[in-house]
């Protein structure tokens, strides 16, 4: 079973960039399904992106086409472009495996806070 180790966040002008990984601690070639989650605390929880174990894509359309999910064989990531100052919250990853490693339980990060200043 793999960890996680988070990276990315922090604070940034309107219109920057940020990229946010949920790195393996270990490669591994088992399918992921992997989702970004948002929190704030007046808006609560909500799904921004999604990418399958199968490759389907899919976006809030809050953030697509300024947001890109990825992910590899050492994480999953989302690139965040001409942020917004609505943009800040605290970004959680979800990971859900398949193949070998799908005995695995879900896998949750802990958050990453991202500030977008105006």
């Known amino acids: ?5 988070e990276s990315g966040g922090g604070s940034v002008q309107a219109g920057g960039s940020l990229r946010l990984s949920c790195a393996f601690n270990q ?5 992921v399904d992997s989702t970004w989650y948002r929190q ?3 808006k609560g929880r ?4 999604n990418l399958s174990a199968w490759g389907r894509l899919s976006y809030d359309q809050s953030v697509k086409d300024r947001f890109t999910i990825s992910q590899d064989r050492a994480g ?3 690139q965040m472009n001409s942020l917004k100052p ?3 919250a605290t970004y959680i990853c979800k990971l859900v495996w398949y193949d070998e490693c799908v005995h695995w339980p879900d896998s949750w990060g ?5 500030t977008v200043a105006s």
């Open 1 to 5: 079973q793999v960890e996680l180790v």
């Open 110 to 114: 802990r958050g990453i806070l991202v």
């Open 40 to 42: 704030t605390p007046g």
């Open 76 to 78: 999953v990531y989302l």
């Open 27 to 31: 490669p591994t070639d088992c399918r």
């Open 86 to 88: 609505e943009d800040t």
């Open 46 to 49: 909500s799904t921004i992106s």
